[in-house]
């Protein structure tokens, strides 16, 4: 531990961080998995509410479409990576199709346990009193679920982002994930850990900025 090239310190890590982002070599790389993890992240929330609210809703499709959901869950990231680009080809859609199938098994069954657990008092109250159905989505069901979608999204970004590098890092010619395998191939220790810290620094902004309001404000109904 004591040798800096297999465990640099911050007075090593900081200043290669520092000197990447003064040159500017380091932002179009930023930028790339910015924006493959955004579009990850919007389509697996997008298929994943989707279905985990179909399943939760009716018994029958959860009985048929469980045990696949199961699976899917189950399938190791590699895997999905390495045959979406056996399938596909090694680019940008492949690339963003094999992070959203890795995600949208979590968010999936993370809305259906919430269905679940929903009170259906509420609905029935709600068509016994003739509201339409946007009125009981918006008031009623979307409340109930705003705590399991806000988990569903806090997990699921730093699952899309670590998914992202290895994507990036087996097939692209780009990205934060490409530049580690660069610095792999040199084996540039401060690098690796100094590219790291670089989206690390992003998702704890996007965290802290974004998803920590959001999920005060989605839950702000429960103190009333």
Not at 16 to 45: C, I
Not at 120 to 131: F, G, I, P, Q, V
Request: hydrophobic share 60%.
């Amino acid at each position: 531990m004591a040798d800096p090239q297999l465990a640099p310190g911050p007075q090593i890590v900081f200043p290669t961080l520092w000197t990447a982002l003064v040159s500017g070599d380091l932002w179009p790389d930023l930028s790339a998995t910015l924006t493959r993890v955004t579009a990850a992240f919007g389509l697996a929330m997008g298929f994943g509410v989707a279905i985990g609210i179909a399943l939760g809703g009716s018994r029958r499709a959860d009985r048929w479409f469980g045990p696949w959901l199961t699976v899917a869950l189950n399938i190791p990231a590699l895997v999905t990576i390495v045959l979406c680009y056996l399938w596909i080809g090694l680019n940008e859609w492949a690339a963003v199709a094999a992070v959203s199938l890795n995600k949208i098994p979590m968010v999936a069954v993370m809305l259906r346990e919430g269905m679940v657990a929903r009170d259906t008092d509420l609905s029935d109250m709600a068509r016994l009193h003739c509201m339409g159905w946007f009125a009981r989505l918006r008031h009623i069901l979307i409340p109930q679920l705003a705590p399991h979608i806000m988990a569903s999204a806090r997990a699921g970004l730093a699952l899309i982002w670590k998914i992202v590098l290895v994507v990036e890092f087996l097939g692209r010619s780009n990205g934060i994930g490409f530049r580690i395998h660069l610095d792999f191939q040199m084996f540039d220790i401060a690098g690796v850990l100094a590219n790291a810290l670089a989206f690390v620094a992003v998702m704890l902004a996007v965290e802290w900025g974004l998803l920590a309001p959001l999920a005060q404000r989605a839950a702000r109904w429960r103190q009333r």
